[in-house]
């Protein structure tokens, strides 16, 4: 089996942003070289997450409203008397840090609709993602 590991470096510049990695992925998934296996894409901070979904404008400011809704800054959690980002770890937590992709025919298979996106909490920062291609 063949493993090919290489690390995505994203700038973000809001506290919570949408931050699509697509296109770095897919070069990542053509350079290792796999023909069929499994693409991993991991974010390595707690105050990130991985998702999949659509590259639409107001869909990515409806997630980015949602996670503001469902996880307010300042809400009184716990955690904020250490640190004051509760918020972006317990949207962190529900959300999760990967994702696994398939790779067929050395191409990473995703909908048409489908893109990758880092999802940022607790910006603006500097980050780091991990893609690992596993396979034959």
């Known amino acids: 089996m063949k493993t090919f590991f290489e690390e995505i470096s994203v700038s973000t510049r809001n506290r919570t942003e949408v931050i699509d990695i697509t296109r770095h992925v897919e070069e990542i998934t ?4 796999v023909t069929n296996g499994l693409c991993i894409i ?17 869909l990515l400011k409806d997630i980015v409203k949602k996670v503001q809704q469902d996880f307010p ?10 640190d004051d980002n509760a918020d ?6 529900f ?14 298979i995703r909908g048409t609709w489908q893109n990758i996106f880092l999802l940022e909490l607790d910006g603006p920062r ?11």
């Open 30 to 33: 053509k350079k290792s070289v």
């Open 42 to 58: 991991h974010s390595v901070h707690s105050t990130t997450a991985i998702i999949v979904n659509e590259h639409e404008a107001g």
């Open 73 to 82: 800054k300042g809400a009184g959690w716990l955690h904020d008397r250490v």
């Open 88 to 93: 972006a770890h317990l949207a962190s937590s």
């Open 95 to 108: 959300t999760g840090p990967s994702r696994i992709l398939p790779v067929k025919d050395g191409r990473l």
């Open 126 to 136: 500097t980050r780091r993602v991990i893609v690992e291609v596993l396979g034959e």
